[in-house]
């Protein structure tokens, strides 16, 4: 029989065999040394495909018709997807060829230049169609990113619009075409001005043919000159002030004698109508090509407003203002002799000009020294010519002259004058003596003076002077380059201011 203390001793020896294999595991975990967690993190990158958009190969679609569907696909995400699997579904649009499936072998990341292609599929639209504005397809896509190797899957819906028709019996009947609501066309067909060209201060009138080229009529049509606008454009509703003028430019080209605003009353279609307004060229306007706007605003048969605007252009030149003239009086014109023309051109413009040839000429005439260059004309400058003018015919002759020039739109252009000379009849020459002298005299008839028989003839003792054939021999030898000099009295030597006379034979009377 055990004692109690016995007792006592086995279940101590209990417990302490009990609580052994829990210390020495708490040992053992105490000692261990820490275990790393080595499970990989989430992957925070991935690919991304979208559907950025998408076309047909046709305009319309109306059941029972076959029609190829193009996705543009794009990658947006970080990683490159590999093995995009496309499946087209759905009973709206049966996929033909390739039994709806599509694939594409990779799409690199975004920013890259393979991150994006074109998907193509051929459908046929079901006739089940009939009767509806559109129908869907459900896109089903499938595809591994390269570095994770994760598989992905996107969804998408396309909608399609179809031309159907409703009635009692899917047929394929012919789409109705809405009907377009008639408009008028209003164009301006030509213009022209009764002043040309324009210039700087021009005073003139625009004369314009209007032209209705639409399908319905125009009605209360206004002319609005530099452009304009209708304050109730595009309704039906007027408001007050519903044209308006304001706004026209008409910096260059402005009214006279009435407003910018011109009413034509009703242009129907096909209709013509004329249209003038009288302007003027602002002074301070350089030379150039202008556009001049015009709105046409009118009402049409349902009584909308409509503003048709038309520009049309109008060319400024500066030409040059010249006057030919003589600088001097020319004297007395005589047939058959040789007269001189002292012309000069004169500018008449407030800047220079740049001219060119400037050529006389007259009819039954010869002209000589009549073609030169004249160059660089200050403003208010002048150039002479002397020009050797022997007519043939008395009376009233014109002579006229030409210059030629380059405008301000590099045309050349020529500037003509005339101007009118009196020709007096040829002097009558007595056939016993020189060419105009009087018997004896040596002098021109009505000169006054003694001759002197030593003199050379044509020479005027009393006043020194020579006479006008004299002057008219000196001037041909200097045209061919001889000496022109005056010729010195020739005669017996005298001395200084008296004259040595020959004695005169005495006559003898015969005796008996």
Do not use: C, H
């Amino acid at each position: 029989m055990k004692t109690p203390i016995a007792r006592l001793l086995i279940a101590a020896l209990f417990l302490t065999a009990l609580a052994f294999p829990a210390a020495v595991a708490g040992a053992s975990a105490l000692n261990s040394p820490l275990q790393e967690d080595n499970t990989p993190p989430p992957y925070t990158e991935r690919p991304l495909i979208v559907i950025s958009s998408y076309y047909l190969d046709v305009d319309t679609i109306s059941p029972n018709t076959t029609f190829t569907l193009y996705l543009s696909v794009e990658n947006k995400g970080d990683e490159e997807a590999r093995n995009l699997i496309f499946s087209f579904a759905g009973d709206d649009f049966l996929p033909r060829d390739s039994g709806g499936v599509q694939a594409v072998g990779g799409l690199s990341e975004q920013g890259s230049g393979s991150s994006s292609t074109v998907v193509s599929q051929v459908f046929t639209a079901n006739t089940s169609l009939w009767g509806r504005v559109n129908g869907t397809i459900p896109v089903n896509l499938s595809y591994i990113g390269k570095d994770s190797g994760v598989s992905f899957s996107e969804t998408f819906t396309i909608t399609l619009p179809v031309a159907g028709w409703s009635g009692s019996s899917a047929t394929a009947t012919p789409t109705p075409t809405a009907t377009a609501m008639p408009r008028a066309q209003l164009v301006v067909s030509g213009y022209q001005t009764d002043v040309d060209p324009l210039q700087p201060g021009s005073i003139f009138t625009i004369n314009l043919n209007i032209q209705n080229l639409g399908n319905g009529n125009a009605r209360d049509v206004t002319m609005i000159l530099g452009g304009g606008s209708a304050g109730d454009a595009g309704s039906g509703t007027p408001v007050p002030g519903g044209i308006s003028g304001s706004g026209a430019d008409l910096s260059t080209f402005a009214p006279i004698g009435s407003s910018n605003l011109q009413f034509l009353d009703d242009i129907l279609t096909g209709e013509s109508k004329k249209a003038s307004q009288k302007l003027i060229v602002n002074v301070s306007a350089n030379p150039g090509a202008y556009a001049l706007k015009l709105s046409f605003v009118y009402t049409d048969d349902q009584g909308n407003r409509a503003v048709d605007d038309q520009v049309i252009t109008l060319l400024i030149y500066q030409l040059p203002q010249i006057e030919v003239n003589f600088y001097r009086d020319p004297g007395p014109i005589s047939v058959m002799q040789p007269n001189m023309l002292p012309l000069q051109v004169v500018n008449l413009s407030r800047k220079s000009a740049v001219m060119g040839n400037m050529t006389v000429s007259a009819e039954n005439a010869e002209l000589m020294n009549n073609v030169t260059l004249i160059g660089t004309l200050d403003a208010g400058g002048y150039f002479p010519l002397d020009v050797m003018y022997i007519p043939q015919n008395p009376g009233p002759q014109e002579i006229t002259v030409n210059i030629s020039y380059t405008d301000d739109f590099n045309q050349p252009r020529t500037i003509t004058q005339t101007i009118e000379v009196n020709v007096q009849e040829a002097m009558q020459v007595d056939p016993g003596m020189g060419p105009g002298m009087d018997p004896g005299s040596g002098m021109m008839p009505g000169e006054e003076g003694t001759w002197d028989p030593g003199m050379d003839p044509g020479m005027n003792i009393s006043t020194g002077e020579e006479t006008f054939w004299q002057k008219v021999l000196r001037f041909l030898k200097g045209l061919i380059g001889l000496d022109s000099g005056p010729q010195q009295p020739a005669g017996p030597d005298m001395g200084p201011g008296e004259f040595q006379e020959e004695p005169m034979p005495v006559p003898v009377r015969p005796l008996g």
